[in-house]
């Protein structure tokens, strides 16, 4: 009866430990931002105002999440309305027709402590590529307000705007066919 009962418990233990666990991203505690030089001389920055994220994962370091991302385009804001407005044109990113941007992470690989590269595919204005990334994960704390486990992200990178064909009419030096990447974000333990 001992045995099995030893047998339970680590049983129990290992499941509870290892069980994958949900985390989604909290709107009022993430964004997600962009930047592009323009005219070579001075950076524009913008975010996209309406998306959702989440990680699963069974280790408490991350090293082994999966990354999803949905993002609805047409809430691009650089707080220029005609700017904007632009934006959502067939002159970039086509909103009528290719309403998301989604993103998938594929492999997540240690690079330094609490620091990963972040691989996924990653589909915008209907072309899929794969891209890889900076993940900084800052800690988990439980919120002194809400009780709930809080996992904190960054993650940084570039992508190129010309490998989703985003601005063609529009080279640099115009605007930098390079973007820059940086999102924030704390996710909940669901």
Request: aromatic share 10%; charged share 20%; no cysteine.
């Amino acid at each position: 009866m001992k045995k099995l009962f030893s047998i339970l418990v680590v049983t129990f233990l290992s499941t509870a430990l290892f069980a994958q666990t949900t985390w989604k991203a909290d709107p009022m505690h993430s964004k997600l931002t962009f930047s592009v030089t323009h005219l070579g001389i001075s950076d524009v920055a913008g975010l996209f105002k309406t998306f959702e994220a989440t990680a699963v994962a069974s280790r408490p370091d991350f090293s082994d999440a999966v990354f999803t991302l949905s993002v609805e385009v047409a809430s691009v804001n650089t707080e220029v309305q005609m700017r904007d407005d632009h934006l959502r044109s067939a002159d970039f990113f086509e909103v009528e027709k290719y309403s998301h941007m989604t993103f998938k992470s594929t492999s997540i690989k240690k690079h330094g402590q609490n620091k990963y590269q972040l691989t996924g595919n990653l589909t915008l204005h209907g072309i899929t590529k794969p891209v890889t990334m900076e993940l900084w994960y800052r800690g988990t704390i439980e919120n002194p307000q809400s009780k709930a486990l809080t996992s904190g992200f960054q993650l940084t990178g570039v992508l190129k705007r010309s490998d989703f064909n985003i601005g063609p009419k529009f080279p640099a030096p115009m605007l930098s066919d390079e973007v820059q990447i940086k999102a924030d974000g704390e996710f909940i333990k669901q």
